[in-house]
């Protein structure tokens, strides 16, 4: 059986993100395969990238360098408890599913601080091992949010421009450089101001795309996809 | 005299963004400006969108909708302190300036949080009050950043594409959405992999940039200037 995390952040279990979430939950158990969740909010996650993430002595305490010392911790084996919990999870999928609604073009803070936190130098990249050659090949990611604009607003010479615009540093520049192949967006435009009838029809899309995902192949993740 | 808040975000003062947010300070003050820094790590500023940011009963306790509720609580006076305080010193600003280290691809976190929670609705924008009548018009913003990777990796054609494709989301997605006019950033590449001597030319080279900024024309912010 595969195994998937979901990575979450809604702070509403009855919000649209909430029943996608429960969706995806769902039909991917009804096939097999074994799912977790890291509902962020409901953790209360830690989005800052501190000092605080090392456990013990910092490698250089004169002056904090959070990318250094996070490195020489992972190689110890002293990061703090929630980021070791969060990379065996990772470690141990094959899909990533990244749930939540955009915030600001991108995804909320909380959600931020976890790619910040968790996907640390030694574990998911190790210069030159990114691209494609980075820590976390052989798995996919999908990122399946919801937006505040409609589709018209994010459509190329929309007034928020096309939406691949945004996925670039989401997609390119952190999956992508970890060695994550990328699954096609999933994406919900504007539900807060469709019918509950729509909103049912989102769902019932989402866990129909869910039924075959396993025969997709990954986007072409170079500029040309998403600027073109 | 000119109003300009710097919003920061590093861990150490002894960093070279700690250095590029004191020199942004001398020299502006030197120049008659008034210049108020929230310094966010040193805050333990809340990066997560939660209920806590309402203070008082909600507008819709049966389903949390955080655009919704910091909304209407906006209009009654109802946010948080540390929002109230924090819109209290954008309002005043003439000039933001957002000072930080690239965290995949994006600002760090912490600084996405302060986005997120920040310029909410009613305040910032209220549709249709967005973009060129965003409610911050008359507003600059500047994003001075530094970078892990080199100059030619973020090159057109480079592996990580060009730097501008990054800027999209925090410059016209968020900065724009709100009416701010934008300056061109300020990247300092890959600090950490160049001479002391080097570091200084960079402190240098800001400290000049300032001297005339107020002289500077806002940037074309449209899909042209990004992505041509």
Redesign the interface.
Known sequence: GRKVLIVYAH??P??LNGSLKRVAVEELSKQGCSVTVSDL?AM?FE?????NDIVGCLHNS??????VETWEAYKRGGLSGDLIEEQKKVQEADLLIFQFPL????M???M??W???V?VQGFAHEFPKC?DSGLLKNKLALFSFTT?GSKEMYAKGG????IR??L???Q???MH?CGVKVLAPHICFAP?YVSEEKRKEMLIAWAQRLKTLWKEEPINCS?EW??K
Do not use: C, V
Not at 47 to 51: D, I, K, S, V
């Open positions: 702070q509403e009855k919000s909010y209360q989005p800052r990238a501190t000092r004169e002056e904090f360098n959070y990318g915030y600001w073009f991108s909320p803070a909380i931020k601080g790619m910040d936190r996907l691209y505040g007034i928020s421009g096309d615009y945004l670039w540093p989401m390119h520049g952190i450089f807060e500029p998403y600027f």
